[in-house]
């Protein structure tokens, strides 16, 4: 094993640097946001997708840089879905909306470099469960640890009352929300 394949040991950080995916938060760059002026409701959509983009560029630049760097956003998305609990592919297409058939490609990928695991269910064999390996939990260990310092360049500019209320808004519409 060389030592790209070594994920145990995080790759060399900067102390304090900020993820490329989060540069525009810098408050020098911020020149071309007018805080004054409030966006119009009909951009709310468009501002949670760029959002979430960055917050998932971002996410995953780091878990990168902590030498997981064969790791694809749709991976992350499956690992966390797995976390310390068995799934069904079905299941598991359902919560990450896309096809039986693509997420059976990824399980596969993911099993064969040692991250999953697939059994046949024990009350139906046509039932393919998968689950997650001590490498797999590693992964999402970073995955955790990345999110945690990903979060902390987004929010450490934001008061405490407005970080609480931007919260309580956003589970209130993620609860109207059909099919959440």
Same mark, same amino acid.
């Given at each position: 094993?060389?030592? %790209?394949?070594?994920?145990?040991?995080?790759?060399?950080?900067r102390p304090g640097a900020v993820p490329d995916a989060l540069d525009h938060l810098d408050? !020098?760059?911020?020149?071309?946001l007018r805080l004054d002026e409030v966006?119009? !409701? %009909?951009? +709310?959509?468009? &501002?949670?997708r760029r959002a979430s983009a960055v917050m998932d560029a971002a996410v995953l630049e780091s878990v990168h840089q902590r030498g997981w760097r064969? +790791? %694809?956003?749709?991976?992350?998305?499956? &690992? #966390?879905? &797995?976390? #310390?609990r068995t799934v069904p592919i079905s299941t598991?297409?359902?919560? +990450?909306? $896309?096809?039986?058939?693509?997420?059976?490609?990824? !399980?596969t990928d993911l099993v064969a470099r040692g991250m999953a695991t697939k059994d046949q269910g024990w009350q139906d064999v046509? !039932? $393919? +469960?998968?689950? &997650?390996?001590?490498?797999?939990?590693a992964a999402v260990r970073a995955l955790d640890e990345s999110v945690d310092e990903a979060l902390g360049f987004v929010v450490d500019d934001i008061p405490a009352e407005h970080l609480e209320r931007l919260l309580v808004h956003l589970t209130v519409l993620a609860q109207?929300?059909?099919?959440?």
């Open positions: 094993m060389d030592e %790209t394949d070594d994920y145990s040991t995080p790759a060399p950080r408050p !020098v760059r911020r020149h071309f966006p119009p !409701v %009909t951009a +709310l959509p468009q &501002l949670l064969e +790791l %694809t956003d749709g991976d992350l998305k499956l &690992l #966390d879905s &797995l976390r #310390d598991l297409a359902e919560l +990450l909306g $896309v096809s039986h058939q693509a997420v059976s490609r990824r !399980v046509r !039932v $393919v +469960l998968v689950r &997650l390996t001590a490498r797999g939990r109207e929300l059909p099919g959440a």
